[in-house]
């Protein structure tokens, strides 16, 4: 039951990822850039965990004094470096190709997987991950995207998907020794701290304002969708997925969290007027099909 939980969890938070597109579309409109995206939903979301341990007054945020050093670097790597090589990507190369090679995810997290964990993944499990790949290749139609301008802004991508899988291996070993509202806040807490020299260093190279734009100073209207961005984001997709990867082997949370490019799509067209295909549809059930071969489990396993 625990582990039946455990996959609604993480598809929950696929679900919730999958409006990123459709509140960073919203807030560009707004001019507000890429950077103020997500420092300000780091910034929100360590202040609402603060602000509810101290009305609670019971939960306590301390962590063993040697994991303090561990999710420091993992607020480098798996926070701020992602969401850096990230939005340098969807610059150099286009959204379409950043978002697209971010999801070889579960190819990374099958890899580390069986490098770290040194279990024997069932043939189902490697189908799931190919099934799902194929459906997320279907609905982003990699037979329309020229690679023949491979470049670092690929290599970006790329390494984003690593670090996708490096986010997921992390919180499948350090959410079992603490409570996931803990890790969830030490994680965007010095992800946020290794935010500013982050874009100090992507400010001088890029100059981009739509890229490291920053100006606080923002009408009402654009603070409100910045908090509703911030809770379903960050807040209900992060703790749901934290939650979650207690009970779901990695490489099997890495293929339910493809919900997301599947209600990306689907807000996309609701809500931004985008026109749907007929690989959006196979793709979608490609996917939804991986999620099917991901829950079922071997009747002589727990």
């Known amino acids: 039951m625990a ?11 696929g679900v919730f990822y999958g409006t990123i597109p459709v509140f960073a579309t919203l807030l560009s409109r707004y001019e507000v850039s ?3 995206q997500v420092f300000v939903r780091l910034a929100l979301s360590v202040s609402i965990f603060l ?12 962590l063993n004094p040697r994991d303090y050093f561990h999710f420091f670097i993992f607020g480098l ?51 799931a991950i190919l099934l799902a790949l194929i459906g997320v290749a279907a609905i982003f139609r990699v037979w329309d995207i020229s690679w023949a301008d491979f470049g670092l802004g690929h290599i970006f991508a790329l390494m984003t998907g690593f670090l996708y899988s490096v986010y997921i291996i992390f919180m499948s070993r350090k959410t079992p020794k603490y409570d996931t509202l803990t890790v ?41 969708l910045l908090i509703a961005f911030t809770l379903c984001t960050n807040i209900i997709a992060y703790l749901a997925f934290n939650h979650g990867i207690r009970t779901v082997e990695p490489h099997r949370a890495g293929v339910l969290v493809l919900a997301e490019p ?15 295909y007929l690989t959006d549809l196979i793709g979608g059930i490609l996917i939804l099909v991986s999620f099917l071969i991901v829950k079922r489990r071997r009747k002589s396993k727990p």
């Open 51 to 62: 602000a509810y341990v101290l009305l609670k007054g019971r939960h306590s945020l301390r």
């Open 184 to 224: 969830t806040f030490w994680a965007f807490l010095f992800g946020l701290v290794w935010m500013l020299p982050l874009w100090f260093l992507t400010h001088l190279v890029f100059k981009n304002p739509v890229m490291t734009g920053l100006d606080f100073s923002l009408p009402v209207n654009t603070w409100l």
């Open 77 to 127: 790597a798996g926070i701020a470096l992602f969401f850096t090589l990230y939005m340098t990507a969807a610059v150099m190369a286009s959204v379409t190709v950043a978002v697209l090679l971010l999801y070889t995810q579960p190819i990374f997290t099958l890899i580390l997987s069986r490098i770290l964990y040194r279990r024997q993944i069932m043939l189902s499990g490697y189908l």
């Open 3 to 13: 582990a039946i939980g455990g996959h609604f969890l993480i598809i929950i938070a």
């Open 34 to 36: 890429t950077t103020e």
């Open 262 to 276: 599947l209600v990306a799509i689907i807000l996309g067209a609701a809500l931004l007027g985008q026109t749907l």
